[in-house]
T-cell receptor, first 114, second 107 residues
Framework: DGGITQSPKYLFRKEGQNVTLSCEQNLNHDAMYWYRQDPGQGLRLIYY???????QKGDIAEGYSVSREKKESFPLTVTSAQKNPTAFYLC?????????????FGPGTRLTVL | GIQVEQSPPDLILQEGANSTLRCNFS?????LQWFHQNPWGQLINLFY???GTKQNGRLSATTVATERYSLLYISSSQTTDSGVYFCAVVNTDKLIFGTGTRLQVFP
Protein backbone atom coordinates (compact mmCIF):
# COMPACT_ATOMS: atom_id res chain seq x y z
CA ASP A 1 0.00 0.00 0.00
CA GLY A 2 1.27 3.45 -0.86
CA GLY A 3 1.34 6.02 1.87
CA ILE A 4 3.17 7.96 4.52
CA THR A 5 4.39 6.37 7.72
CA GLN A 6 5.53 8.13 10.88
CA SER A 7 7.23 6.63 13.88
CA PRO A 8 6.99 6.41 16.74
CA LYS A 9 3.29 7.06 17.37
CA TYR A 10 3.98 8.31 20.89
CA LEU A 11 7.26 9.71 22.19
CA PHE A 12 8.26 10.85 25.64
CA ARG A 13 11.33 12.98 26.16
CA LYS A 14 13.10 14.42 29.13
CA GLU A 15 13.96 18.09 29.06
CA GLY A 16 17.36 18.71 27.47
CA GLN A 17 17.24 15.71 25.16
CA ASN A 18 17.15 15.76 21.38
CA VAL A 19 14.72 13.39 19.68
CA THR A 20 14.23 12.43 16.04
CA LEU A 21 10.85 11.77 14.46
CA SER A 22 10.75 9.54 11.41
CA CYS A 23 8.74 10.18 8.23
CA GLU A 24 8.82 7.85 5.23
CA GLN A 25 6.75 7.91 2.02
CA ASN A 26 6.50 5.48 -0.87
CA LEU A 27 4.33 7.69 -3.06
CA ASN A 28 7.27 8.87 -5.17
CA HIS A 29 6.48 12.43 -4.11
CA ASP A 30 9.11 15.12 -4.59
CA ALA A 31 8.06 17.44 -1.76
CA MET A 32 7.79 16.70 1.94
CA TYR A 33 6.67 18.83 4.88
CA TRP A 34 6.63 18.90 8.68
CA TYR A 35 3.82 20.56 10.64
CA ARG A 36 3.13 21.07 14.30
CA GLN A 37 -0.35 21.07 15.85
CA ASP A 38 -1.12 22.28 19.36
CA PRO A 39 -4.38 21.34 21.12
CA GLY A 40 -7.42 23.00 19.55
CA GLN A 41 -5.33 24.70 16.90
CA GLY A 42 -4.63 24.38 13.20
CA LEU A 43 -1.34 23.23 11.71
CA ARG A 44 1.80 25.35 11.48
CA LEU A 45 4.66 24.68 9.08
CA ILE A 46 8.06 23.81 10.55
CA TYR A 47 10.19 22.83 7.53
CA TYR A 48 9.66 21.71 3.97
CA UNK A 49 11.74 20.12 1.24
CA UNK A 50 11.01 20.27 -2.46
CA UNK A 51 13.85 18.01 -3.56
CA UNK A 52 16.55 15.77 -2.14
CA UNK A 53 19.37 17.60 -0.34
CA UNK A 54 17.39 20.81 -0.16
CA UNK A 55 15.02 22.17 2.48
CA GLN A 56 13.61 25.49 3.69
CA LYS A 57 12.43 26.88 7.01
CA GLY A 58 8.74 27.32 7.62
CA ASP A 59 7.04 29.64 10.08
CA ILE A 60 8.28 28.00 13.30
CA ALA A 61 11.67 26.41 12.49
CA GLU A 62 13.52 27.56 15.62
CA GLY A 63 14.59 24.58 17.74
CA TYR A 64 14.08 22.06 14.93
CA SER A 65 16.34 20.55 12.27
CA VAL A 66 15.76 18.30 9.26
CA SER A 67 17.63 16.39 6.58
CA ARG A 68 16.61 15.08 3.16
CA GLU A 69 19.20 12.57 2.04
CA LYS A 70 16.71 10.29 0.30
CA LYS A 71 13.54 11.08 -1.63
CA GLU A 72 11.53 8.75 0.60
CA SER A 73 12.67 10.06 3.97
CA PHE A 74 12.43 13.40 5.81
CA PRO A 75 13.33 13.02 9.51
CA LEU A 76 12.71 15.84 11.98
CA THR A 77 14.92 16.42 15.01
CA VAL A 78 13.45 18.31 17.95
CA THR A 79 16.40 19.82 19.75
CA SER A 80 16.77 20.94 23.33
CA ALA A 81 16.58 24.51 22.03
CA GLN A 82 12.87 24.10 21.28
CA LYS A 83 11.28 25.72 24.32
CA ASN A 84 7.86 24.09 24.18
CA PRO A 85 8.13 20.89 22.16
CA THR A 86 5.08 19.05 23.51
CA ALA A 87 2.74 18.83 20.51
CA PHE A 88 1.36 16.64 17.74
CA TYR A 89 3.71 16.44 14.74
CA LEU A 90 2.44 15.68 11.26
CA CYS A 91 4.45 14.88 8.16
CA UNK A 92 3.06 15.40 4.66
CA UNK A 93 4.11 14.94 1.07
CA UNK A 94 2.99 16.13 -2.35
CA UNK A 95 3.83 15.25 -5.93
CA UNK A 96 4.78 18.77 -6.80
CA UNK A 97 6.79 21.24 -4.77
CA UNK A 98 6.04 24.89 -4.10
CA UNK A 99 2.87 23.68 -2.38
CA UNK A 100 1.24 23.36 -5.79
CA UNK A 101 0.08 19.79 -5.45
CA UNK A 102 -2.36 18.02 -3.17
CA UNK A 103 -0.77 17.23 0.18
CA UNK A 104 -1.22 13.90 1.94
CA PHE A 105 -0.53 13.38 5.62
CA GLY A 106 0.93 10.67 7.80
CA PRO A 107 -0.74 9.49 11.04
CA GLY A 108 1.36 11.78 13.26
CA THR A 109 3.63 11.51 16.30
CA ARG A 110 2.58 12.79 19.73
CA LEU A 111 5.60 14.15 21.58
CA THR A 112 5.45 14.80 25.30
CA VAL A 113 8.26 16.41 27.25
CA LEU A 114 8.40 15.24 30.85
CA GLY B 1 -0.75 37.31 4.99
CA ILE B 2 -3.87 35.53 3.84
CA GLN B 3 -6.53 34.87 6.47
CA VAL B 4 -8.62 31.69 6.44
CA GLU B 5 -11.74 31.60 8.56
CA GLN B 6 -14.13 28.71 9.01
CA SER B 7 -17.66 28.68 10.31
CA PRO B 8 -19.31 27.55 12.41
CA PRO B 9 -16.58 26.76 14.95
CA ASP B 10 -18.69 24.03 16.51
CA LEU B 11 -21.56 21.96 15.18
CA ILE B 12 -23.65 19.35 16.94
CA LEU B 13 -25.93 17.13 14.87
CA GLN B 14 -28.11 14.12 15.24
CA GLU B 15 -27.36 11.21 12.96
CA GLY B 16 -29.07 11.63 9.58
CA ALA B 17 -28.97 15.43 9.53
CA ASN B 18 -27.36 17.50 6.78
CA SER B 19 -24.83 20.30 7.31
CA THR B 20 -22.87 22.97 5.49
CA LEU B 21 -19.40 24.10 6.56
CA ARG B 22 -17.95 27.32 5.21
CA CYS B 23 -14.39 28.48 4.53
CA ASN B 24 -13.68 32.14 3.73
CA PHE B 25 -10.28 33.37 2.58
CA SER B 26 -9.02 36.91 2.25
CA UNK B 27 -7.00 36.69 -0.98
CA UNK B 28 -6.81 34.72 -4.21
CA UNK B 29 -5.60 31.13 -3.87
CA UNK B 30 -3.78 28.63 -6.06
CA UNK B 31 -5.34 25.59 -4.48
CA LEU B 32 -7.68 24.60 -1.68
CA GLN B 33 -8.04 21.36 0.24
CA TRP B 34 -10.63 20.06 2.72
CA PHE B 35 -9.50 17.63 5.43
CA HIS B 36 -11.23 15.62 8.14
CA GLN B 37 -9.18 15.12 11.30
CA ASN B 38 -10.51 12.06 13.08
CA PRO B 39 -10.42 11.64 16.89
CA TRP B 40 -7.03 9.88 16.61
CA GLY B 41 -5.50 12.89 14.86
CA GLN B 42 -5.23 11.47 11.36
CA LEU B 43 -5.81 14.05 8.63
CA ILE B 44 -7.87 12.52 5.86
CA ASN B 45 -8.05 14.18 2.46
CA LEU B 46 -11.60 14.95 1.44
CA PHE B 47 -11.28 17.26 -1.55
CA TYR B 48 -8.65 19.05 -3.59
CA UNK B 49 -10.79 21.80 -5.05
CA UNK B 50 -9.28 25.15 -6.11
CA UNK B 51 -12.51 25.88 -8.00
CA GLY B 52 -15.77 24.27 -9.05
CA THR B 53 -17.78 21.46 -7.49
CA LYS B 54 -16.88 17.89 -6.59
CA GLN B 55 -18.81 15.06 -4.98
CA ASN B 56 -17.70 11.95 -3.17
CA GLY B 57 -20.51 9.86 -1.72
CA ARG B 58 -22.33 11.80 0.99
CA LEU B 59 -19.84 14.65 0.80
CA SER B 60 -19.59 17.41 -1.75
CA ALA B 61 -17.64 20.65 -1.98
CA THR B 62 -17.92 23.86 -3.94
CA THR B 63 -15.27 26.55 -4.27
CA VAL B 64 -16.12 29.96 -5.72
CA ALA B 65 -12.64 31.38 -6.12
CA THR B 66 -13.80 34.77 -7.42
CA GLU B 67 -15.84 35.31 -4.25
CA ARG B 68 -13.18 33.75 -1.99
CA TYR B 69 -15.12 31.01 -0.27
CA SER B 70 -15.60 27.28 -0.26
CA LEU B 71 -18.43 25.14 1.13
CA LEU B 72 -18.37 21.54 2.34
CA TYR B 73 -21.71 19.72 2.40
CA ILE B 74 -22.26 16.64 4.53
CA SER B 75 -25.51 14.80 3.93
CA SER B 76 -27.10 12.08 6.09
CA SER B 77 -24.41 12.50 8.74
CA GLN B 78 -23.08 9.48 10.62
CA THR B 79 -21.31 9.21 13.97
CA THR B 80 -18.09 8.42 12.09
CA ASP B 81 -18.24 11.92 10.58
CA SER B 82 -17.34 13.36 13.99
CA GLY B 83 -14.05 15.20 14.24
CA VAL B 84 -12.57 18.47 13.05
CA TYR B 85 -12.88 19.69 9.49
CA PHE B 86 -10.13 21.94 8.14
CA CYS B 87 -9.85 23.84 4.93
CA ALA B 88 -6.37 24.84 3.80
CA VAL B 89 -5.35 27.18 1.00
CA VAL B 90 -2.20 27.96 -0.93
CA ASN B 91 -1.76 31.65 -1.63
CA THR B 92 1.87 32.11 -2.65
CA ASP B 93 4.22 29.57 -1.16
CA LYS B 94 2.65 27.67 1.68
CA LEU B 95 -0.45 25.81 2.79
CA ILE B 96 -2.40 27.91 5.31
CA PHE B 97 -4.89 26.10 7.53
CA GLY B 98 -8.17 27.53 8.69
CA THR B 99 -9.38 27.54 12.26
CA GLY B 100 -11.43 24.36 11.84
CA THR B 101 -15.03 23.30 12.48
CA ARG B 102 -15.54 20.73 15.24
CA LEU B 103 -18.41 18.41 14.33
CA GLN B 104 -20.09 16.05 16.78
CA VAL B 105 -22.69 13.62 15.48
CA PHE B 106 -24.85 11.81 18.03
CA PRO B 107 -26.89 8.65 17.40
Amino acid sequence: DGGITQSPKYLFRKEGQNVTLSCEQNLNHDAMYWYRQDPGQGLRLIYYSQIVNDFQKGDIAEGYSVSREKKESFPLTVTSAQKNPTAFYLCASSYRGHFGGEQFFGPGTRLTVL
Amino acid sequence: GIQVEQSPPDLILQEGANSTLRCNFSDSVNNLQWFHQNPWGQLINLFYIPSGTKQNGRLSATTVATERYSLLYISSSQTTDSGVYFCAVVNTDKLIFGTGTRLQVFP
